[in-house]
Structures are given as C-alpha cells and as structure tokens.
C-alpha cells in the first residue's frame, strides 16, 4: 500500500513537473515574441500587453491593462509607445470626458510630442470613470491616464436634473442684490469729485510711452512642436555657414506637358500631375549630377549617401512638418505624386508618425503656394542643403530677342558653404533650371 503511494506521488510530481517546462517553455516563447516586436527602451516592459500590432514596420502601437477587478470590470488605459528618441510627451487635451461612453480604441486623449500628435486608445468598450492625470502635464509611456468600467452608466442623463436645479437656486439671490446696488450708487459719486486725476496721464504721456493694459494681451504656453521647430532652427543658425543662391526658371514647357497629358495621367495613375513631382525628379537628377550637395558632415568626415530621400516641408495648423518620401530616385512621376499626396493628408490629419519624419537628405519647400514670391529657406539638419520654390508670375523676358510675358518662378538653394562651394550649388541649381525649362532632359538623360 505505501508503495502504491509513494509511486502515486512521484507520478503526479513527475506531471506537474513536466506541466511547469510545457508553461515556462511557453512563456519564454512569448516572451521573445514580445521582446522581438516591442524595444528595450520602450519602457513598457513592466506592463502585460493586451495588444500589440504594427501597421508599418516602425510605428508601434502599445495598450496596456494593467489591472482588472475580480470580475474584470476596470480597465486603465496607459500611454502608449511613442517612438525609439520620443520618451515623453506633454498630454495636450481630452478628447472624452468622465462619464462619456467609449469604445473599444476609440482615442480619449491626445499626447503632443517634439515631432507627432499621439492618440491614448481605450482598451475596452465601457464608460470612464475617472481621469488621472491632467491637460498640461508631462506623461511617459505606460502612465496611466484614465480608468475605465464596463459596467458604469453614461453620466449625460444626470446632467440635466443638476443644471435645472441651479438656475432656480440661484435666482432668488438676484433679487436681494438688486437694492443693495442702488444703496451703494450713491457712495460712488465722492470719488468722481476728484476730476484732477485725468490730468495726470497727460503730463506723463509726453516722457512716457503709453502701452496698451495687460487686459489686451494673452499668455499662453508654447506647444512641444512649436518649440521643436525653435530650438531646431536656431541650432540651424548656429551650426551652419549658410549661403543661398538665385536662379529663376521659366515655366512655360513644364507647364504645357502638364496641361497637354493631366486628363490621361489621371487615367492611367488615378492620381493628378502636380508641379512637385517635377522638381522632385530634378532634384534628384541634380544630387546625382552633385553628389556632394546629398552628403553631410558628421564630426571630422563626410558621409555621402548613395540614396535620395526627399524631404517634404507641409505647414499645418500645429507648425510645420517635414515628412521623407523615401528612395525617390527610384520612383517614377505616378509614385512620387502618390506618395506626396499620401503625407500631404497624413499631415493635415494629424497621422503622421515618428518614422514618417525620420532621416531625409534633402528638402524642397514650396513657399508659392502661400503666395511667396522669394525666400531664403533654413537648412534642416542634419541635411546639407534646402530648395525653395516660390509663387509663378507673368513677368516680361526677353526670348530670341522679343519681350514676351513667360510664367516665371524663383528658385532659391540654401546649402551648408562648409561642405558645398559656391561652384556646386550653382550647377546643382542650374540644373534644375535646364531639367524643369526642357522636361525631355530627363528621357535622354542629358
């Protein structure tokens, strides 16, 4: 008999035994699943992961749940992962508010970074019962943000019963206030006797300057974006030896070809032929003619990429963003109209993500489209140089010896006089004259 016991006990010992590998070797599979799609320094390891799923290879999105109640009721939904240089962010507003009904992923906050606006999701469908941190403060990936119940009730039917009930506590006061105006209207009128005091601004208006009351002026803080864009312009100013150069460019040619073949490129490509896939081909015909205009000094050496990804300034109501259409060089005129348009809706919509921005070796801002007729565009680092186009205007040149009204536009090159002579950026930016005037340049490639 007690040997049929202790064999029991050594099989049942054997059993769990074998069921704590089966469950480590699981774990330890899923934890390197985990470790393989969420960085080290994504600082949520601590935090279980409820989903985890990437819609491009670089933007992660994180949820976490933290803790739940016995009978999973309470949700909390955290900050997510924000991007490989972003470790916080300033949590800009709400976008629900205790009481109001969620749904599952439905964004509830909005975190603004040094470069995007992020979306705090909802984990699960529910009602949110309380809010813990608050607009304006500093937050980082896995802080907890809101609390949410599957159980609660929408707090919007009690709402009304309290703002009725107000109204009428509040009105009888009004009517006890009314005489004790009029008792006090007398008071007032010793101090008018005191007409001297009017002439008072006058003497000192001649040695002083009058400025206007503070009640006129608003002080706000200044967003993470906009002090971004500062902090970086200035360090533009004071690292580069910047220099820019002029040409202008006669656009009747890249004009023509654009009106005669749009309906049929419409057609074929479902999208419409802008000027900028244009420029963005001379651009890349010209860093390829001048490679030294695509490198960049890193310390004591100069890197030369042997790749053009194009940078794109688009201003939105949040500050201006520079999204990269990457290897342009090999992209046709469909493509890059595709992908220009892709950020360009990105941007407005406030989508775009940390890897949408990152890296680019050359940049072309269009000022025209605000009306600018010249500029002289800031290099955005760590690039070497900035093409600005500009407004197109009739103006009066003289072609085979007639004067004749031509659609002109100027083009400005900034560029980093460390690296670049002054010899490259003029032919670089020559030859984006002779590649828009003579589109056919780029067929022969001459």
Same mark, same amino acid.
């Given at each position: 008999?007690?040997?049929?016991?202790?064999?029991?006990?050594?099989?049942?010992?054997?059993?769990?035994?074998?069921?704590?590998?089966?469950?480590?070797?699981?774990?330890?599979?899923?934890?390197?699943?985990?470790?393989?799609?969420?960085?080290?320094?994504?600082?949520?390891?601590?935090?279980?992961? $409820?989903?985890?799923?990437?819609?491009?290879?670089?933007?992660?999105?994180?949820?976490?749940?933290?803790?739940?109640?016995?009978?999973?009721?309470?949700?909390?939904?955290?900050?997510?992962?924000?991007?490989?240089?972003?470790?916080?962010?300033?949590?800009?507003?709400?976008?629900?508010?205790?009481?109001?009904?969620?749904?599952?992923?439905?964004?509830?906050?909005? &975190?603004?970074?040094?470069?995007?606006?992020?979306?705090?999701?909802?984990?699960? +469908?529910?009602?949110?019962?309380?809010? *813990?941190?608050?607009?304006?403060?500093?937050?980082?990936?896995?802080? $907890?943000?809101? *609390?949410?119940?599957?159980?609660?009730?929408?707090?919007?039917?009690?709402?009304?019963?309290?703002?009725? +009930?107000?109204?009428?506590?509040?009105?009888?006061?009004?009517?006890?206030?009314?005489?004790?105006?009029?008792?006090? +209207?007398?008071?007032?009128?010793?101090?008018?006797?005191?007409?001297?005091?009017?002439?008072?601004?006058?003497?000192?208006?001649?040695?002083?300057?009058?400025?206007?009351? $503070?009640?006129?002026?608003?002080?706000?803080?200044?967003?993470?974006?906009?002090?971004?864009?500062?902090?970086?312009?200035?360090?533009?100013?004071?690292?580069?030896?910047?220099?820019?150069?002029?040409?202008?460019?006669?656009?009747?040619?890249?004009?023509?070809?654009?009106?005669?073949?749009?309906?049929?490129?419409?057609?074929?490509?479902?999208?419409?032929?802008?000027?900028?896939?244009?420029?963005?081909?001379?651009?890349?015909?010209?860093?390829?003619?001048?490679?030294?205009?695509?490198?960049?000094?890193?310390?004591?050496?100069? &890197?030369?990429?042997?790749?053009?990804?194009?940078?794109?300034?688009?201003?939105?109501?949040?500050?201006?963003?520079?999204?990269?259409?990457?290897?342009?060089?090999?992209?046709?005129?469909?493509?890059?109209?595709?992908? &220009?348009?892709?950020?360009?809706?990105?941007?407005?919509?406030?989508?775009?993500?940390?890897?949408?921005?990152?890296?680019?070796?050359?940049?072309?801002?269009?000022?025209?489209?605000?009306?600018?007729?010249?500029?002289?565009?800031?290099?955005?680092?760590?690039?070497?140089?900035?093409?600005?186009?500009?407004? *197109?205007?009739?103006?009066?040149?003289?072609?085979?010896g007639d004067i004749l009204a031509r659609p002109m536009m100027y083009l400005a090159l900034t560029y980093d006089h460390r690296l670049i002579d002054g010899r490259e950026a003029v032919f670089f930016l020559r030859r984006i004259k002779d590649v828009v005037e003579d589109p056919r340049r780029l067929l022969l490639d001459i």
């Open positions: 008999m007690a040997s049929r016991v202790a064999s029991g006990l050594l099989r049942h010992r054997a059993g769990a035994t074998l069921g704590l590998l089966r469950s480590y070797t699981y774990v330890r599979s899923y934890s390197s699943q985990l470790s393989a799609l969420i960085p080290a320094t994504s600082q949520c390891s601590n935090l279980t992961r $409820k989903r985890c799923y990437l819609p491009n290879p670089s933007l992660y999105q994180v949820w976490s749940r933290s803790f739940a109640s016995d009978n999973g009721d309470k949700f909390e939904a955290v900050v997510p992962f924000m991007g490989e240089s972003v470790t916080d962010g300033t949590l800009a507003n709400f976008l629900k508010k205790p009481g109001d009904r969620v749904e599952a992923d439905e964004p509830i906050a909005q &975190i603004e970074t040094d470069k995007v606006t992020i979306d705090v999701a909802s984990p699960e +469908a529910g009602v949110i019962e309380k809010l *813990i941190v608050s607009e304006g403060d500093t937050v980082t990936p896995g802080t $907890k943000v809101a *609390i949410i119940s599957k159980s609660a009730q929408p707090a919007e039917t009690h709402v009304a019963p309290s703002e009725e +009930a107000t109204p009428k506590e509040s009105s009888p006061p009004k009517v006890e206030e009314k005489p004790k105006v009029e008792e006090k +209207a007398p008071k007032v009128e010793p101090p008018k006797m005191q007409a001297p005091k009017p002439t008072a601004p006058s003497k000192t208006s001649p040695s002083e300057p009058q400025l206007p009351p $503070k009640e006129r002026e608003r002080r706000v803080p200044m967003p993470r974006l906009r002090k971004r864009i500062a902090n970086r312009l200035k360090d533009s100013q004071n690292t580069f030896a910047m220099l820019t150069t002029f040409n202008e460019v006669d656009m009747t040619n890249l004009m023509k070809l654009r009106s005669d073949y749009k309906d049929e490129f419409v057609k074929k490509h479902g999208v419409k032929l802008g000027l900028m896939s244009c420029f963005v081909k001379a651009a890349v015909s010209a860093l390829q003619n001048q490679p030294i205009v695509n490198a960049v000094i890193d310390g004591d050496d100069i &890197i030369y990429r042997d790749y053009v990804d194009v940078s794109v300034a688009v201003g939105t109501s949040k500050g201006l963003v520079v999204p990269v259409i990457r290897d342009v060089d090999t992209m046709n005129f469909a493509d890059i109209e595709k992908g &220009i348009n892709n950020l360009a809706k990105k941007a407005t919509e406030g989508a775009l993500s940390i890897d949408d921005m990152a890296g680019g070796t050359f940049t072309i801002s269009n000022g025209g489209v605000y009306g600018s007729l010249i500029s002289t565009p800031i290099i955005n680092p760590p690039q070497s140089a900035i093409l600005g186009m500009h407004s *197109i205007v009739q103006r009066p040149v003289v072609v085979n």
